[in-house]
C-alpha cells in the first residue's frame, strides 16, 4: 500500500480520537458542566451534524484545490477546533468547538476516500479504504481509551489538548508523505456536482448508511452510563472496556474490507447488518452481567465498524454509473449520511434514555439496523434487474 494512505490512516487518527472519545467522556462533561446525559450526548449529535454540512457543501466549494493543500488546511483546522474547546469557558462554546472540528472531519473523509481508491488498483479499492479508516479503529483501541483516562483524571479540557497534539502530528504527516502531485477533479458546476441528490440509487445508499449508524449509535453513544449504571463498571474500567471495543473494531474493519472485496459491497453489508442487529439485540440482554456484556461488546465491535468499506466502494461504483462528473461530492455525501445517521441516532437515544431509560437504547438501535438491511436487500434487486437489462440489450 502507497505511504499516502498512511498518512491518510494517520490524519484519521486524530479524527477519530475527538470523535468517539466525548462517548467515555458524556458523564465526566454532564458532571462537569451541570447539564443532563441527554445534553452532553448532543456534543455527539452536534459534531456529526458539523461533519454532515461539510461533507458535501465544503468538498463541493474546495473541489479545485490542490488535494494536498486541502488536506493540510482541513488538519490545521482540526487542531484549531480542538485547540478551541480545550479553551472552552462552557457548553455553549464546546458546541461551537465540536461543530467547527466537524466541519474539518466531514471534507477530510469525502476526499479521502477517493484519493484512497485512486491510489490502488480497483481490485484493492476496499482494502485501501479499509486502511485509511483503520485510522479510527486505532483510535478507538488507543486514542479514546487514553483521552478518556486523561478526561477522568485531569478533566476534559486536557484531552481536547492532547487531541490538538494529534492534530499537529498528523498535519507534520500529510506535509512529508502525501505527494504534491494528487489529481484533482475536471471542473464542474455546483450544479451537476449536486446532481447526485437527483439519483435515486444514490439516494438510496445513502439510507442505508444513515439507517446502519443511525441504530449503532442509538445505542453506542451512552454506552459509558450503560457500562457504569447497568452493566456494574467503575468508571476507570470504563475506558479499558472501550479499548477491548476498539481491539475488536480494528479486526472487524479490515475483515469488513476483504469481505468487500471477496463477495461484492452488497452481499458484505447484508452480511453485516444482520449480525450488527443480532448482537445489539443480545446486548439488551446481556448488559446487566458484566461478564457477558464483555463479551457481547466484543462482538458488537467486530460488526460496528465493518460495513464502512462496503458502503464507501458501492457508493464510489454507483456515482461511477449515475454521476461519473461528481464522485468526490457522491463520496462526500456519503460521509454526510454516515454522520446525519449518527446525529440522529444519538438525538433519539437521547429521547429514549429521558422517556423509556437507558437499555431501551440497544433493541430499539437493532430495529433501525434491520431496516438498514431491508433496504440493502433492495438494492441487491435492483442491482441484480440492472445487470439484466444490460445483457439483454447486448444480446
Known amino acids: 500500500m502507497p505511504l499516502a494512505l498512511w498518512a491518510l490512516a494517520l490524519s484519521a487518527f486524530a479524527i477519530g480520537t475527538t470523535e468517539f472519545v466525548i462517548v467515555g467522556l458524556i458523564p465526566t ?3 462537569s458542566l451541570s447539564v443532563s446525559l441527554p445534553s452532553a450526548g448532543l456534543l455527539v449529535s452536534l459534531y456529526a451534524l458539523g461533519v454532515a454540512v ?3 457543501v465544503l468538498t463541493a466549494l474546495t473541489s479545485q484545490i490542490p488535494r494536498k493543500k486541502l488536506l493540510i488546511g482541513l488538519m490545521i483546522l482540526f487542531t484549531i477546533g480542538n485547540l478551541i474547546a480545550w479553551q472552552s469557558p462552557g457548553y455553549n462554546t464546546l458546541i461551537v468547538a465540536r461543530v467547527l472540528t466537524g466541519l474539518a472531519h466531514g471534507v477530510f473523509f469525502s476526499i479521502g476516500s ?3 481508491t485512486g491510489l490502488v488498483s480497483k481490485d484493492k479499492a476496499a482494502s485501501a479504504i479499509a ?3 483503520t485510522g479510527l479503529t486505532v483510535a478507538l483501541v488507543t486514542g479514546v481509551p487514553i483521552g478518556t483516562f486523561i478526561g477522568q483524571h485531569f478533566g476534559w479540557q486536557a484531552t481536547f489538548l492532547g487531541v490538538s497534539m494529534l492534530g499537529i502530528i498528523a498535519l507534520a504527516g500529510s506535509w512529508i508523505l502525501v505527494p504534491n502531485n494528487i489529481p484533482s477533479p475536471e471542473p464542474v458546476s ?12 444514490l439516494l438510496l445508499v445513502y439510507a442505508i448508511t444513515a439507517l446502519g449508524y443511525g441504530g449503532t449509535f442509538t445505542a453506542f453513544t451512552y454506552l459509558a452510563p450503560i457500562l457504569q449504571n447497568v452493566s456494574g463498571f467503575s468508571e476507570t474500567a470504563v475506558g479499558l472496556v ?4 476498539g481491539i475488536s473494531v480494528a479486526i472487524g474493519n479490515i475483515w469488513g474490507g476483504r469481505l468487500a472485496d471477496r463477495r461484492g459491497p452488497i452481499a458484505a453489508l447484508q452480511i453485516i447488518f444482520a449480525l450488527l442487529a443480532l448482537v445489539l439485540f443480545v446486548f439488551t440482554w446481556t448488559a446487566s452481567n458484566t461478564w457477558l456484556a464483555l463479551i457481547t461488546i466484543l462482538a458488537w465491535g467486530a460488526v460496528a465498524f465493518g460495513n464502512v468499506p462496503g458502503l464507501q466502494v458501492y457508493v464510489v461504483q454507483r456515482a461511477e454509473i449515475d454521476a461519473p462528473k461528481a464522485i468526490d461530492v457522491a463520496s ?3 460521509i454526510a449520511a454516515f454522520n446525519l445517521g449518527i446525529a440522529l441516532g444519538s438525538s433519539v437515544g437521547g429521547v429514549i434514555v429521558a422517556n423509556l431509560g437507558l437499555m431501551a437504547t440497544p433493541w430499539i438501535g437493532a430495529l433501525i439496523v434491520l431496516a438498514a438491511l431491508a433496504l440493502t436487500s433492495v438494492a441487491a434487486y435492483l442491482d441484480r434487474k440492472e445487470l439484466r437489462t444490460i445483457e439483454a440489450s447486448m444480446a
Request: charged share 15%; no cysteine.
Open 29 to 31: 462533561i454532564a458532571k
Open 54 to 56: 461539510g461533507a458535501p
Open 190 to 201: 455546483m450544479l451537476t456536482q449536486f446532481s447526485v441528490l437527483k439519483k435515486p440509487r
Open 131 to 133: 486502511l485509511m479508516f
Open 242 to 245: 472501550i479499548l477491548i471495543y
Open 332 to 334: 462526500g455525501l456519503n
Open 114 to 116: 477517493t484519493i484512497a
